[in-house]
């Protein structure tokens, strides 16, 4: 806005601001309370060409809207466009989730087979969450620090 201040009318940033409001209304038809406050600007300068199916894009904006392991609903909308799971929020492990599925493995890793304290472990999804695999202490499995921050599949 700042850049604008001197300018002799409106016009540019009118614009601009209808041209986001149209890209969304028709990317994301059916409006949801989870909508309000998304910084849309962003999302519309990074996505505005890459065209979309805005009902394949609903379909799974419904499913993820009932997925309990998703906490930020809000986050749906950047994950469906940028496939980040970061926005989801995706729910984590129970301490006692961990628990069982610590003595489950009784404190061995699941990649490297090296024995560690609880405190020095991490859980994971052994079927990841993005191929469906579902937060509970079944689809739990412990790991050390190192291989759960350096295995692929995030």
């Not at 201040?5 to 540019?12: C, K, L, S």
Request: hydrophobic share 30%.
């Amino acid at each position: 806005m700042s850049n604008h201040q001197h300018d002799p009318n409106a016009n540019e940033l009118w614009l601009y601001y209808q041209s986001v409001i149209n890209w969304v209304k028709v990317t994301f038809p059916k409006y949801r309370k989870e909508m309000k406050g998304i910084e849309w600007g962003f999302l519309y300068n990074d996505f505005k060409d890459i065209p979309q199916d805005s009902n394949a894009l609903e379909k799974e904006i419904a499913k993820l809207m009932q997925d309990d392991d998703v906490t930020a609903k809000k986050g749906i909308y950047e994950y469906v466009l940028g496939r980040k799971e970061k926005f989801l929020n995706i729910r984590a492990f129970t301490d006692n989730q961990k628990r069982e599925a610590y003595e489950r493995q009784n404190g061995i890793c699941a990649i490297c087979g090296e024995h560690f304290e609880l405190s020095e472990m991490e859980a994971d999804h052994i079927k990841p969450w993005h191929e469906g695999g579902i937060t509970n202490a079944e689809n739990c499995q412990m790991l050390c620090k190192m291989d759960n921050r350096t295995k692929s599949g995030k």
